[in-house]
Each structure stands twice: as C-alpha cells, then as structure tokens.
C-alpha cells in the first residue's frame, strides 16, 4: 500500500521569502504521480503542481517547484516570494498509475503553512 | 473555479437518516471520484468511477453507495447516518487520471 509523509503540521514564513514543504511517500511501484494541493480556509481544494514518477526535469508551475528526489521518496514544494494569499493547508498527494488503484489519491495529512507580513 | 460543481454546499441532518450528493464533472472528464475529509481520518478516498462503471473503491462504508449516469453526473448516496459520518465530502474530475479537480465540497453535518 501506498503513503504519504508529511512531517511538518505547521509552518511559518515571511511574506517574500521562499519556504519548503516536505513530503516523502512509500510505495513499491514504479509508476506514480505526485501531487501538491492547497486548501485555503474556504475548503476548496486547489491542484498547484504534478511531478510523474518518470519526469525528469523538476516540475515548476509559477511561483510554486517541486524537488523531485526519487532515490530518497521525496517531493517537496517550494514556494518562492511568500503572499499573504498562500496562508493555507497544504496537502502532499500519489497517485499510481496501474493495477486497480489507478486514479485513486493518497494524501498526507498535510501542513498548514502561515505566512507573516 | 475547476469547473466540478457539488450540491448541496451544506447539508444538515439527523442520524438515521439518508442523503444524496451529487457532482457534475468538468465537461470532458470520464472520471469521477468521491473523497471524503474528516479531522481524524483526513483525506480519504471513497470510490471512482470511470464512464459510468465503477473502477476502484476504496474504504467505502457499506451504508455509502455511489453511480455514475449517462450523462456522467455522480450522486454519492449516505444512508443510516452516524455522528462520525459529519465530514467534508468532495468530488473529484479528471480526463486521463493526472490532475484531478475538486468541486467545491458538500459539508455534511449530521446532528
């Protein structure tokens, strides 16, 4: 089975600054993708970045990276030059790509990041 | 906007009783899943189904039963209501199994 790590429950940052999100996932396949999702105070989930287990070249969407480490199962977000709008839950998600799991997101329990003027 | 829509956004009911959910998936999109996001389970899925027949299920309780019609809408339908079945219940679209774009949510309350 399929999980994700999320370590940090909270994290603080400076409006501007960049600031990393940790994730780190188990699986056995070799097929996935990773998700990152933010969930602002209104509850709406909002898909922010893919990294396919395949890719690559780091995923960049914006202001929003992925570090993609395969060898030590990690995918951590960066966001650089911090808003005020980006003070929301983030949640670190996998998806395989095969068998009868195909489609299904795991998620972490994910990190509530709290950005300072 | 993700373009999934979910009704009701609220939904407040007694236990014992049975409610329905339903999600309109973006126009395109064959794929429908339903998640539900509790505070002490967090995010979890529930069921998937791909044009109209079920592809995956995950830790669906037996009291919860899902379709998908022809014209790919999906109704999640929860019966004998529990306290612990009060939670964020979201679903989910996609085209080809990569990103997944979540509606707005149903927050279920069951009082």
């Known amino acids: 089975a399929q999980k994700i790590t999320q370590t940090q429950p909270g994290m603080f940052v400076q409006e501007k600054e960049a600031v990393t999100l940790d994730c780190t996932y188990d699986t056995s396949d070799q097929s996935y993708g990773l998700f990152w999702y933010k969930q602002p105070s209104s509850g709406e989930m909002i898909f922010l970045i893919y990294?396919?287990?395949?890719?690559?070249q780091n995923a960049t969407e914006g202001r929003y990276s992925l570090n993609f480490q395969k060898a030590r199962k990690s995918a951590n977000l960066v966001i650089s030059a911090s808003q005020l709008g980006d003070s929301a839950m983030y949640f670190c998600?996998?998806?395989?790509?095969?068998?009868?799991?195909?489609?299904?997101?795991?998620f972490g329990q994910g990190t509530i990041l709290t950005v300072h003027p | 906007d993700s373009g999934v829509t979910q009704t009701p956004k609220h939904l407040i009911t007694a236990t014992g009783q049975r409610v329905t959910l339903r999600c309109s998936p973006r126009?395109?999109?064959?794929?429908v899943y339903w998640y539900q996001q509790s505070l002490d389970q967090g995010l979890q899925f529930l069921i998937q189904y791909y044009n109209g027949e079920e592809r995956a299920k995950g830790n669906i309780l037996e009291r919860f039963s899902a379709q998908q019609f022809p014209d790919l809408h999906s109704e999640l339908n929860l019966s004998s209501l529990e306290l612990g079945d009060s939670a964020l219940y979201f679903c989910?679209?996609?085209?080809?199994?990569?990103?997944?774009?979540f509606g707005p949510g149903t927050r279920l309350t069951v009082l």
């Open positions: 990294q396919g287990s395949y890719d690559e």
């Open positions: 126009s395109g999109d064959l794929s």
């Open positions: 998600a996998m998806r395989l790509t095969g068998g009868t799991s195909y489609g299904k997101l795991t």
């Open positions: 989910a679209s996609s085209v080809a199994g990569r990103e997944q774009f």
